[in-house]
């Protein structure tokens, strides 16, 4: 088995998996995204699972990253801590069966908490071996749980979660707030006011409240909730985010309807950020991986 002669890269999360064909000089040949995450795999079903992606894309040895490593997923394959690089990551791969390999996750431990974080650190390292992201940067990645993350020496050296994208689902799905959500998110100036009163005041459980009850009253446009409520919540995720040491420029990685929120918000808060696709990323990172199995 030769990983030099192509294989098949998987990021799979709890609710979705996207798998590539990376050819033997890791370039992307041919991809898939489909709503298939663990949750959705029954007991003893990955093998299965594993097989359509085959089906789909060729007959290939494969490199998992993400929560298929979790113990959710088809088999735990435990964290390597920080500082943690893409040497560190290779080292404690874990083989689920002949022909799959699970990329661990990065945790941290220190100033009296813990983190853990599974699928963003190949994007992270991929980011530095391709020279997006400096060896010493400081990166916003936005998604479910947003991660902030300090790198030193190109590795990741310390990082912080705040589960803002989940906070916003559960608020759309179920809290009282729900029937005003159900619109779309927009960098508009519903999103950008909601940003500065999260940034100038630590009250965001009265200030979601307080959406329906300006709606209510004739004080706010109900179509303006969803991207005032999105403001609210990155508002407050940024003002975290930059508690942490930071360089002066942020990178804000991931997909392009996030980045673009964050950026605005960061923006907001009278910091420097640049975007980032995190797809390419994680191309990179996950061949750099596979380069270090041959």
């Known amino acids: 088995m ?18 590539y064909l990376i050819d033997g000089a890791g370039k992307r ?32 040895p494969m ?3 993400g929560m298929i490593g979790s113990n959710r997923g088809w088999k735990e394959a435990p964290y390597v801590p920080c500082p943690a690089g893409l040497d560190d990551l290779a ?21 009296g908490r813990a983190d853990v974080m599974r699928g963003e650190e190949v994007q992270l390292l991929g980011a530095v071996a391709a020279g997006t992201v400096h060896p ?7 998604g479910t749980h947003n991660k902030w993350a300090s790198l030193r020496h190109g590795k990741i050296q310390v990082f912080g979660t705040v589960m ?3 906070l916003f689902s559960l608020l759309k799905e179920h809290s009282v707030l729900a029937d005003l959500l159900q619109g779309p998110v927009e960098a508009n100036d519903a999103f ?16 979601l409240f307080g959406v329906r009850a300006e709606v209510l009253l004739g004080q706010a446009n109900k179509d303006d909730a969803p991207s005032f409520t999105s403001g609210l919540l990155i508002g407050t995720d940024v003002r975290i985010g930059l508690t942490w040491p930071a360089s002066a420029q942020i990178t804000v990685m991931g997909r392009p309807e996030l980045t673009r929120l964050y950026a605005v918000a960061i923006a907001e808060a009278g910091r420097e950020a ?4 995190g797809e390419q990323s994680f191309i990179v990172g996950i061949a750099e991986i596979a380069k270090r199995m041959s």
Not at 3 to 19: H, P, S
Not at 91 to 111: D, F, N
Not at 195 to 200: H, K
């Open 164 to 166: 803002t994208g989940e």
């Open 192 to 207: 950008r006011r909601g940003v500065r009163r999260a940034l100038e005041r630590e009250m965001l459980p009265a200030d």
């Open 63 to 65: 490199l998992l990253a």
């Open 91 to 111: 080292a404690k791969l874990v083989w689920a069966g002949e022909r799959e390999a699970i990329v661990p996750g990065v945790s941290y431990v220190g100033q």
């Open 136 to 142: 010493e940067g400081f990166v916003c990645h936005p």
């Open 274 to 277: 640049i975007e980032l696709d």
């Open 29 to 60: 040949v041919d991809e898939f995204e489909d709503a298939r995450g663990v949750l959705t795999i029954e007991a003893g079903g990955f093998t299965g699972a594993v097989s359509e992606i085959r089906d789909r894309l060729a007959d290939k």
């Open 2 to 19: 030769k990983w030099t002669d192509g294989f098949i890269a998987v990021d799979w999360g709890t609710t979705n998996r996207r798998a």
